[in-house]
């Protein structure tokens, strides 16, 4: 199969585009065609070697995909033929290419209504936002929350559910995606490059904070006291509260079929919508990690592979 893949760590020239062995179902597993996979801002930390460094080589990025179930395995409960997507269980990666092979429980059923594209371009940041704002903030209608980042993938699907539970909703971004996040159901929305958001929202019941660094650190300053904050962009672990009365979480994203259902569900009743979608073949990854690696990205940055 043609792949895009790394030998070594470092910046993005080290991604290539070539040929890598077809993969095989093994017991609960399934091989799928992949038709689309999308790229995440964890792929070039990956490839960077910002997390523990990768435990083989060559490597293969790519957290989500959607496409059509080639094989079978053991256990395995779908069909050959059947349309499919999801997010790979944590510690699998690879979906840069043509061809995967994975738990057949961490994926759903593909609505035969919806586009390969659309339904992988919500897949992992829907399931995140849905365990960071359902699970973890357990936000409830009438509360204040500020969405750090929300031009962002999981950011903007972050804007959208917080909406449909009720909540009122800030958020920030560069002037530029105002309209893009308006669109999304933001309530208020800070323009962070020209005013500190610590001056501009107070009194916030959550943060979810998808931006990291000194962001990060500054949105305890916005909250109530025994207000709740969500860091997705900080490290494995939430940082340090700069305060003693309120509460600093990290959502723990697991993968199950559930979520994947759940998302698709989202999607199909319009609760939420498709992001802006920016497309690349499977060859131009290497340029689709150059804009994710910029962090001013406007939605999600898609691998056309079929
Ligand atoms: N399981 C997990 O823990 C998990 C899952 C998914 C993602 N993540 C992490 O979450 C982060 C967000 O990922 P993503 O894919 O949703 O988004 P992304 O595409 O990485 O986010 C880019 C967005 O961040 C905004 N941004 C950059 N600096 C900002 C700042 N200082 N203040 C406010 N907004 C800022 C940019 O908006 P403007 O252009 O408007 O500035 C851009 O739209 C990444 O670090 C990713 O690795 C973690």
């Known amino acids: 199969m043609k792949a895009v893949y790394f030998d070594e760590h470092g910046g993005s020239e080290v991604l290539k585009y070539g040929d890598l062995p077809d993969p095989t179902a093994g017991d609960g597993e399934i091989v799928a065609d992949i038709h689309a996979a999308s790229i995440n ?9 910002s997390y523990a460094p990768v435990a083989f080589f060559p490597y293969v990025c790519g957290r989500d995909f959607s496409g059509v179930v080639t094989e079978v395995g053991a256990g395995a409960d779908f ?8 997010v790979l269980p944590v510690g699998q990666e690879g979906t840069y290419c043509e061809k995967v092979a994975t738990k057949a429980a961490v994926l759903a059923k593909k609505p035969a209504e919806l586009a390969h594209i659309d339904i992988d371009a919500v897949s992992l940041i829907g399931l995140t936002a849905i365990i960071s704002i359902e699970e973890t903030l357990k936000l409830k209608t009438g509360e204040k929350i500020l969405i750090q980042g929300g031009a962002g993938g999981v950011a903007g699907f972050a804007i959208q559910l917080a ?6 909703v800030v958020t920030t971004a560069s002037e530029h995606n105002h309209e893009y996040v308006r669109g999304l159901g933001a309530d208020e929305i800070i323009d962070y490059n020209a ?3 610590t001056r501009a929202v107070s009194d916030c019941d959550a943060v979810f904070e998808t931006v990291g660094g000194d962001t990060g650190i500054k949105s305890f300053n916005i909250l109530k006291p025994g207000g709740r904050a969500a860091f997705i962009a900080s490290g494995m672990k939430s940082p340090e509260p700069t305060r003693d009365d309120v509460q600093s979480l990290r959502p723990v994203v697991g993968r199950d079929r559930h979520y994947m259902e759940r998302v698709a569900d989202l999607l199909k009743q319009g609760v939420v919508t498709v992001p802006q979608l920016q497309i690349f073949d499977l060859k131009n990854a290497v340029e689709a990690q150059k804009i994710s690696e910029s962090r001013h990205l406007r939605g999600k940055l898609m691998l056309q592979i079929r």
């Open 163 to 168: 909406k449909h539970i009720g909540a009122y």
């Open 195 to 197: 005013v500190d958001f």
């Open 41 to 49: 801002g964890a792929d070039w930390k990956v490839r960077q070697g």
């Open 79 to 86: 069909e050959v033929g059947d349309e499919v997507f999801g």
